[in-house]
């Protein structure tokens, strides 16, 4: 039986790992945490606020999920929003989801993210 999402992985391309971290922890507020060792020799890096723990791996051939995405709960996405837009991330609002706020953003290396705030 499932009982919850552990973490969410991403792909990123080899030697991206201080970009992630400024996004990951700067930008979105996110907190790195540790790999073991022997995960940490394959590069990338981990991160989590809350619940929320995000896995960025490293990929040769790597290309952005453009489609595919984690779809991130926020409170205050007005000003969450405004943070990201700060940061020069992108912001794009979509209105599409019935009882919901939303926007769609990208990481530093493309992968499509989205943050979404129940009405």
Request: charged share 25%; proline share 9%; hydrophobic share 40%.
């Amino acid at each position: 039986m499932l009982t919850a999402v552990d973490h969410v992985q991403l792909a990123a391309p080899p030697g991206s790992e201080e970009r992630l971290r400024a996004y990951y922890a700067d930008v979105l507020g996110m907190t790195e945490t540790p790999k073991p060792p022997a995960l940490a020799a394959r590069g990338g890096c981990w991160f989590e606020a809350g619940d929320v723990r995000l896995h960025l791996g490293v990929e040769d051939g790597f290309r952005p999920a453009r489609k595919a995405h984690p779809g991130l709960r926020v409170t205050g996405i007005d000003a969450y929003a405004a943070r990201l837009a700060a940061h020069g991330a992108p912001v794009t609002w979509d209105d599409d989801l019935p009882g919901h706020r939303r926007f769609y953003s990208e990481d530093p290396v493309g992968n499509r993210l989205e943050f979404l705030e129940p009405r």
